[in-house]
């Protein structure tokens, strides 16, 4: 069935407005998505009527609270298909998620010669805790590299896997290039060397269906910001069985069974792993977002991305000038480009005079960019209320621009 | 001129182009164009500001008593603020440029048009002019 969008934008309203004495166009997707007016109420309803801290005082509104937050759990593992909500440990993002499961999983599973695997589209966030796990205990770092298209070279990765290969962290679908990775497979070939994989589902979340179960995969990390839900909350997945051999990440509240001077118990997954008072009123608006996305359905809205991500592709190539960047077979609404002649900061800010947001630069993903010889791109990025004719705006705007360059 | 004159000037020219940012931009663009070649050679890493996301390298030279300025840019927006700073500074004794307040910025509405990281680039910029300039004013100083 097709979406009807410009009902689905009257539940947005940041996005009625004019920037520069222009309509607002979003096309800054990938960094972080708008939120819809039913998250928004239930962030101020819960500090309204709710707050209280929770899983701890008996009291009414504490009760509450704990429901509240614990119903998000519930959604995320329905959201992603877990076996069960104490799979699901919640974070404040995927930058988080990644980095509990290096000082955790990393240092009491991975030793010296031990080897990592990630690839050159990694966002700085899957690449830097690996090289601080690496350079504290002697574990080596290998990296698939990519083709001209920014496919990861699949053959190349076989090739580096190994009986020392003890995980592979991978993204799924690449922010910088918008590129969706064989993740099934290459979980598949890393369970036979008996490798554990994470997958950096920070952009995958939002488009695909993401299953963990028929994935297989052993973590899955990924924010509620860019799923239309709250900044600074994020979700890690893990199989149980590896989540209870993990130590604890912090200590503090919650995490604990019992404390004493002489030793202390740690609590049950997952509140071993979320220590102190979390972040309860983000977690409660973020059902919202997860109901907003589910009463949609994941194929509804690839069906309209893809189809404006297509669309986009096609008006931009007509135009003098234009380079685009990350052209993979399998992609999510990720429209990379450069113009010839033009620095990309320049571009972003003609197209920002029009309204139009997008994002420039190297997208943290310096290395990528170093692979393909770029200092950076220009990066439109579609979400589920953005609409054709916001995209002939930017191509029209393109088009002027690369103009001054391209005569 | 004097310093204030030139900066009155460019505050009437960007008066003219209204508020429409779009025009402005290209307006800066295009000033950018009129910097004098920067020779490839001096595009080092002493020559680059630290603290511009875009890269800027920068220059001074004195002659009687007055500084010259030489820079460029690998952004267009950026060549273009910093011929701006060139009118206003260059040829200009080293005191008179330490001691410059830069008001046009402010007034020709700059941080809106480049944004907060990109103002923090021209603040880096004119930082690095001025310590130039009082370089050579303590040079000139001691060679009385
Ligand atoms: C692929 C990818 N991984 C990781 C991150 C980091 O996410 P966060 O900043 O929400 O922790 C991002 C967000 O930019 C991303 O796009």
Redesign the interface.
């Known amino acids: 069935m097709s979406l009807n969008i410009e009902k689905l934008r009257g539940l947005f309203p940041i996005l009625h407005q004019e920037v ?2 222009k309509p607002l166009v979003y096309f800054d997707n990938a960094a972080t998505t708008q939120k819809p007016q039913a998250v928004i109420d239930a962030l101020t309803g819960y500090y309204q009527h709710d707050n209280a801290n929770i899983h701890r005082g008996a009291h009414a509104l504490a009760d509450r609270s704990t429901q509240y937050f614990e119903s998000t759990r519930e959604a995320v593992r329905d959201f992603i298909h877990a076996k069960e909500a104490a799979e699901i440990i919640l974070t404040k993002g995927t930058t988080e998620s990644i980095n509990l499961v290096a000082a955790t999983f990393g240092r009491k599973f991975i030793g010296e010669g031990d080897e990592i695997i990630i690839s050159t589209l990694e966002h700085h966030s899957n690449i830097v805790p690996w090289q601080m796990l690496c350079q504290e205990n002697g574990a080596i770092l290998k990296v698939i590299p990519i083709n001209d298209a920014g496919e990861i070279e699949y053959d190349e990765f076989l090739k580096l896997l190994s009986k020392r290969t003890k995980l592979v962290s991978i993204v799924h679908a690449s922010n910088a290039l918008g590129t969706i990775n064989p993740v099934k497979e290459i979980i598949a070939k890393a369970h036979e060397v008996g490798a554990r994989v994470l997958l950096d589902g920070a952009q995958s979340t939002s488009h695909l269906t993401v299953d963990v179960q028929a994935l297989d995969c052993d973590f899955l990390a990924f924010s509620a910001h860019k799923l239309y839900g709250p900044t600074g909350l994020g979700v890690l997945y893990g199989k149980r069985e590896i989540l209870e051999s993990m130590p604890p990440y912090q200590g503090g509240g919650e995490m604990i069974k019992e404390v004493s001077f002489d030793g202390t118990t740690y609590n049950e997954i997952p509140f071993k792993f979320e220590a102190g008072t979390p972040n309860i009123g983000d977690v409660i608006a973020f059902k919202k977002a997860l109901d907003f996305i589910q009463d949609l359905g994941k194929d509804a809205i690839k069906a309209h991305e893809d189809e404006l991500l297509q669309y986009a592709a096609e008006q931009l190539s007509e135009i003098k000038g234009f380079i685009p960047v990350g052209v993979a077979k399998d992609k999510v609404s990720v429209l990379s480009f450069c113009i010839n002649g ?2 990309p ?2 571009v972003g ?2 197209l ?3 309204g139009i947001a997008v994002r420039t ?1 190297h997208h943290c993903t310096q290395p990528l960019m170093k692979r393909l010889g770029l ?1 950076g791109t220009v990066r439109a990025s579609f979400a589920v209320y953005n609409t054709k004719s916001e995209i002939d705006v930017l191509a029209d705007a393109v088009q002027k621009i690369a103009r ?1 360059k391209n005569k | 001129m004097d310093i204030k004159e030139v900066q009155e000037e460019i505050i009437s020219e960007f008066d003219i182009l209204g ?4 025009s ?3 307006y800066i ?1 295009e000033l950018g164009g009129n910097l004098d070649a920067f020779p490839e050679e001096q595009k080092t890493e002493e020559n680059i500001i630290k603290g511009c ?2 890269k800027v390298w920068l220059t001074a030279s004195e002659e009687d008593g007055k500084v010259h300025f030489h820079a460029d840019s ?5 060549k273009g603020l910093i011929s701006l700073l060139i009118r206003v500074l260059s040829g200009r004794k080293p005191s008179e440029i330490a001691y410059a307040d830069l008001y046009f910025i402010d007034k020709i509405g700059m941080g809106s ?3 907060s990281q990109r103002s923090n680039g021209l603040a880096a910029m004119i930082k690095q002019m001025k310590l130039y300039a009082l370089a050579f004013d303590a040079k000139l100083n001691a060679g009385i």
């Open positions: 520069h004495g033009m620095h900061f320049d800010v003609m920002d005079a029009r630069g200092e001054i | 508020d429409d940012k779009e402005t931009i290209f663009m996301q875009s690998n952004t267009d927006i950026t048009i480049i944004g």
